[in-house]
């Protein structure tokens, strides 16, 4: 089964500093999404990303797909201490409706 | 902008009772699903549904789970007889189609907790 692997786990970072996310498939993606969780919260989407190559970006926020659609890279310039939260990829399979998620990563901003 | 709501926020069960979670999907949204996530795991997808029938479920979903649209707005999720294993927080979820081009939007989830 295709499993998402999300990596660093956990991430602290000083205010005004870039990160990076990666979210790593065992199999083609068809389609990529990136979701923040405030702890106890829902998932706010961000992102979604399809095409191989494809990158987008929002505010201080930038999603990237390799072109084997097997990796994808969610990067935060001068992160701030609203970036706070956990960070889950998710990906679908053509022809199903469900969504499986990465294992998430935890990022804590420090003023 | 528009939001899926669920209701309540927080629900405590005696293990055994039956418990329904409510949800109110995005208006012009046609499908609709259910997740959850035990604490400190990975969000789990349990059950999609459109026009009214389950289009997919997972494992987890057996017969102790069922869902239902009673009304227009409305979308339930029913344990029938929960176990302390139930425990999780429950996302339902919408999305305006059921393939790639469109995302599915979360509610805020309700947390269940069985005693």
């Known amino acids: 089964s295709q499993e998402l692997e999300q990596s660093p786990q956990s991430l602290i970072v000083q205010e005004g500093k870039n990160l990076t996310i990666n979210c790593t498939s065992s199999k083609t993606l068809y389609g990529l999404y990136w979701y923040k969780q405030k702890y106890g919260e829902g998932l706010i989407f961000l992102m979604m990303?399809?095409?191989?190559?494809e990158e987008k970006s929002h505010e201080k926020i930038t999603a990237k797909l390799d072109e084997k659609k097997q990796q994808s890279s969610l990067h935060i310039t001068a992160s701030q201490p609203s970036h706070a939260g956990i960070y889950l990829c998710g990906a679908d399979r053509s022809g199903t409706y469900k969504y499986i998620f990465g294992t998430g990563t935890r990022l804590k901003v420090l003023a | 902008e528009p939001e899926v709501t669920q209701t309540p926020s927080h629900q405590v069960t005696q293990m055994g009772q039956e418990v329904i979670l409510r949800c109110v999907p995005i208006s012009n949204h046609l499908y609709f699903y259910w997740y959850r996530q035990i604490l400190g795991q990975k969000v789990e997808f349990l059950v999609s549904f459109y026009n009214n029938e389950i289009s997919e479920k997972s494992e987890i979903f057996d017969d102790q789970f069922s869902v239902e649209r009673p009304d227009g707005s409305n979308f339930t999720l029913k344990i029938r007889s929960t176990k302390l294993e139930d425990s999780a927080m429950y996302f339902c979820?919408?999305?305006?189609?059921?393939?790639?081009?469109?995302?599915?939007?979360f509610g805020d989830g309700t947390r269940l907790s069985i005693l």
């Open positions: 979820a919408s999305s305006e189609w059921g393939d790639s081009k469109q995302p599915q939007h």
């Open positions: 990303l399809q095409k191989g190559g």
